[in-house]
């Protein structure tokens, strides 16, 4: 049986999850979500290679691959089952890091502006609702933690001039409007 890293010990009796169809959705996209970001980053990094901003790239991915690793587990805690798209996410992840990361620099750090606004914004809305239900307060730590490195993410793009990028405002747009879309399709399957 896989360690717990967080030391969440699931405080409802096993299989209450499937009765709570928001925490279910909950926990299958942010999974799926945490995939596509560290794959986001590998594909970043497949393109920049040594490139100055690559230290950091690697630290960002390296606490996504911590957070997939919480899902994985959380996933099996609350007997959640994954997106059945886990796959499609890993791909279109590397692919968008990859491609972003072709145009330059600054194009990476923009796409990492732009995922991790919708992605702070995606975990804040969890946590205030888990909060306000007085639900699972261990998952709303956990999720609160994400939240705020997701943010730290964005933060450090941005002091890596991401914003500066050729054609910010519409790549901005075009990654959030799929982050969104993807969002609501992990939620369901």
């Given at each position: 049986?896989?360690?717990?890293?967080?030391?969440?010990?699931?405080?409802?009796?096993?299989?209450?999850?499937?009765?709570?169809?928001?925490?279910?959705?909950?926990?299958?996209?942010?999974?799926?979500?945490?995939?596509?970001?560290?794959?986001?980053?590998?594909?970043?990094?497949?393109?920049?290679?040594?490139?100055?901003?690559?230290?950091?790239?690697?630290?960002?991915?390296?606490?996504?691959?911590?957070?997939?690793?919480?899902?994985?587990?959380?996933?099996?805690?609350?007997?959640?089952?994954p997106?059945?798209?886990?796959?499609?996410?890993?791909?279109?992840?590397?692919?968008?890091?990859?491609?972003?990361?072709?145009?330059?620099?600054?194009?990476?750090?923009?796409?990492?502006i732009?995922?991790?606004?919708?992605?702070?914004?995606?975990?804040?809305?969890?946590?205030?609702?888990?909060?306000?239900?007085?639900?699972?307060?261990?998952?709303?730590?956990?999720?609160a933690?994400?939240?705020?490195?997701?943010?730290?993410?964005r933060?450090?793009?941005?002091?890596?001039?991401?914003?500066?990028?050729?054609?910010?405002?519409?790549?901005?747009?075009?990654?959030?409007?799929?982050?969104?879309?993807?969002?609501?399709?992990?939620?369901?399957?």
């Amino acid at each position: 049986m896989p360690t717990n890293p967080l030391d969440i010990t699931k405080q409802a009796a096993p299989g209450d999850a499937k009765t709570d169809t928001r925490l279910a959705e909950y926990l299958r996209v942010n999974h799926a979500g945490e995939r596509a970001a560290q794959t986001i980053y590998k594909g970043q990094l497949a393109v920049l290679g040594n490139h100055p901003d690559a230290a950091e790239i690697r630290h960002m991915m390296e606490q996504e691959e911590e957070h997939l690793e919480a899902f994985d587990h959380l996933l099996n805690e609350y007997q959640v089952r994954p997106s059945v798209l886990d796959p499609v996410w890993g791909a279109a992840g590397f692919l968008l890091g990859a491609a972003t990361a072709a145009l330059g620099p600054k194009a990476a750090m923009a796409c990492t502006i732009a995922v991790e606004e919708v992605i702070g914004t995606h975990y804040d809305k969890q946590v205030r609702d888990l909060s306000a239900r007085d639900a699972e307060p261990e998952l709303v730590e956990v999720l609160a933690r994400f939240r705020d490195e997701e943010l730290e993410h964005r933060d450090i793009a941005v002091a890596h001039d991401g914003r500066e990028a050729p054609a910010y405002g519409l790549m901005q747009k075009i990654i959030s409007t799929g982050c969104k879309t993807a969002i609501k399709i992990a939620e369901k399957i």
